[in-house]
């Protein structure tokens, strides 16, 4: 199992929190950290597809962002998303719903109902 975080080098006041506490909460063994565009683009391309043991969670920390990381769309079809979004305005809402997300949350400084949400979703024997 891999947590691929994506928080953008630009947004790294905002990611600092989520950083935190999801490798207090997971260890750093199993996070892989992305901070750019180009790198997310990397890993998404890489061969052999999608991979159903890895989990994205990407944070948008601005409308824009949230645009930018929606040119990436076909790379994520059907790769397991979670997304942090940077509002809760009804144009954010649907953008988000088209990337199909587990989960979404927004930009917070506690993470623990996302932290929940990943640990069911990379320990599903454990869940009843």
Excluded: W
């Excluded at 409308?63 to 397991?80: A, K, M, N, T, V």
């Amino acid at each position: 199992m891999n947590l691929i975080l994506f928080v953008h080098q630009d947004a790294s006041q905002q990611g600092e929190a989520l950083q935190k506490q999801m490798i207090e909460y997971f260890g750093e063994n199993i996070i892989q950290m992305v901070h750019t565009f180009n790198a997310l683009k990397y890993i998404l391309k890489q061969p052999g597809g999608c991979n159903l043991q890895e989990v994205y969670v990407l944070l948008a920390e601005s409308p824009r962002r949230l645009q930018e990381l929606f040119c990436l769309i076909d790379l994520l079809d059907g790769r397991r998303i979670v997304l942090i979004l940077p509002d809760d305005t009804r144009t954010t809402v649907s953008m988000a719903h088209r990337f199909y997300p587990r989960f979404f949350t927004y930009i917070n400084t506690i993470y623990d109902d996302l932290c929940a949400v990943l640990y069911k979703m990379i320990n599903p024997k454990n869940n009843h």
